[in-house]
C-alpha cells in the first residue's frame, strides 16, 4: 500500500533522515518507534508533503506522492491525525467533524459515517455543540482521530496518539486505534511509548537519529533484549 525507499530530507544543514526506506501492507498497523530527535515525525510529514523531500520516493497505492501537493495526497485516502491533534479548537465538535468530510461527495454515505463516529465516540455526540477548544486532552484526541475517519481514510498516519493523555485514555485511545484497523483502515503509528506501540502492532521499524536501525515483527522487536533495554525499560 505504501512503500518509501531511499528518503533523505533536510532542515537547512542538518540531515534529518537518512535513506529511510520502509513498508505498509493492506490491513496492517505499522508502527515507528524512536527516541525524542529521531525522526519520526519528519518521515510522516515527508510522507504527506507537509516538508520537502530532498531524495528518495513515497508511493502510495501505485501514485507518487513527491510530487503532490497535501491536498492531493488527502484525496488518495493517506489521512494524517498530527502530533498535538491540531483541531480547530475555535469551531464545534461537529464543525470539526465536518471540516473532516469536507473532500467528500458522496452525502448519504457521510451521514452514515456520522452514525459509526457516534457510536465509536458516544461522548463526542454528547458534545456536537461545544467548542472543541474547551474539550479535555483525551477528547480532543477522539475529535482529531474521528475528523480523520470522516475523510474515509484508506491509511491512517497517526503521530503520538498517546502525547499528554492519562493511562485510562491511553488505553481507550489504543482499543480505538484497533477497532479501526479491524474494520479496514490500514494504520501507520508513530508512538514514543514503544511498549505500547507494540502490543498493538503487527511490523515495526526502530529509528535513530533519522536512520532505521532495525525491524522486524512487533512481537519479536517487543522480545528482543537489545529493544527492550533501549526503549522499554529494561
Known amino acids: 500500500m505504501l512503500k518509501v525507499k531511499n528518503l533523505n ?37 515527508s510522507i504527506s508533503r507537509l516538508i520537502p523531500i530532498e531524495s528518495g520516493e513515497v508511493e502510495f497505492l501505485g501514485h507518487t506522492l513527491q ?12 489521512i494524517q491525525v498530527p502530533e498535538g491533534r491540531r483541531i480547530f479548537s475555535n469551531l464545534t465538535v461537529k464543525e470539526n467533524l465536518e471540516m473532516g468530510a ?13 452514525e459509526m463516529i457516534f457510536t465509536r465516540f458516544p ?29 474515509k481514510p484508506k491509511l491512517l ?8 493523555l492519562a493511562p485510562l485514555l491511553v488505553k481507550e485511545i489504543f482499543s480505538i486505534i484497533q477497532e479501526i ?4 483502515t ?7 511509548n514503544a511498549h505500547l506501540a507494540l502490543s498493538v502492532a503487527d ?21 528482543s533484549e537489545d529493544v527492550r533495554k533501549a526503549y522499554l525499560g529494561g
Open 9 to 45: 530530507v533536510y532542515y537547512g544543514n542538518i540531515h534529518a533522515l537518512h535513506n529511510i526506506s520502509f513498508e505498509v501492507n493492506e490491513g496492517e498497523i505499522v508502527t515507528l518507534i524512536g527516541a525524542n530527535g529521531a525522526g519520526k515525525t519528519t518521515t510522516l510529514h
Open 203 to 223: 511490523r515495526a521499524y526502530v529509528l535513530e537519529t533519522g536512520r532505521i536501525v532495525t525491524q522486524g515483527s512487533a512481537k519479536a522487536l517487543a522480545s
Open 102 to 114: 469536507f473532500i467528500r461527495k458522496d452525502r448519504e454515505q457521510i451521514k452514515k459515517d456520522y
Open 186 to 192: 490500514t494504520v501507520l503509528l508513530v508512538e514514543q
Open 123 to 151: 461522548r463526542l455526540k454528547e458534545r456536537l455543540r461545544q467548542m472543541a477548544g474547551t474539550l479535555s486532552g483525551g477528547e480532543q484526541q477522539m475529535l482529531a482521530i474521528a475528523r480523520a475517519l470522516m475523510s
Open 181 to 184: 484497523n479491524k474494520a479496514g
Open 67 to 78: 510530487t503532490l501537493w497535501p491536498h492531493n495526497i488527502v484525496e488518495l485516502g493517506l
Open 157 to 164: 498516519l497517526l503521530d503520538e496518539p498517546s502525547m499528554g
